[in-house]
């Protein structure tokens, strides 16, 4: 039997049929909860995979503006360059 720290409803857990890091739900409250214990089975509440989205997709975003003010800067090089005629002086 392990508890779910969510809750403290008792969870029937055969200790044969799960591995450390695998996920399950609480029957009672359903939160999604990890084996982070083998002997004795322990609980923890599971990493919200929504978090973990939300971080990748900022640093995405982020890599997105540089790319985008990056550009920004080649144009206005490419300006100043058929202003002066495109030669270097």
Do not use: R
């Not at 999604?32 to 083998?38: A, K, P």
Request: charged residues 55%; proline residues 4%.
């Amino acid at each position: 039997m392990a508890t779910c720290p969510e809750c403290d409803a008792e969870i029937e857990v055969d200790e044969f049929d799960v591995d450390k890091g695998d996920q399950l739900s609480c029957p009672d409250c359903g939160s999604n909860l990890e084996v982070v214990g083998l002997s004795p089975i322990e609980l923890d509440l599971a990493p919200d995979d929504d978090e973990e989205d939300d971080d990748e997709d900022e640093d995405e975003d982020d890599l997105e503006d540089d790319d985008v003010e990056g550009d920004e800067d080649d144009e206005v090089e490419e300006d100043e360059d058929k202003e002066d005629g495109g030669f270097d002086e």
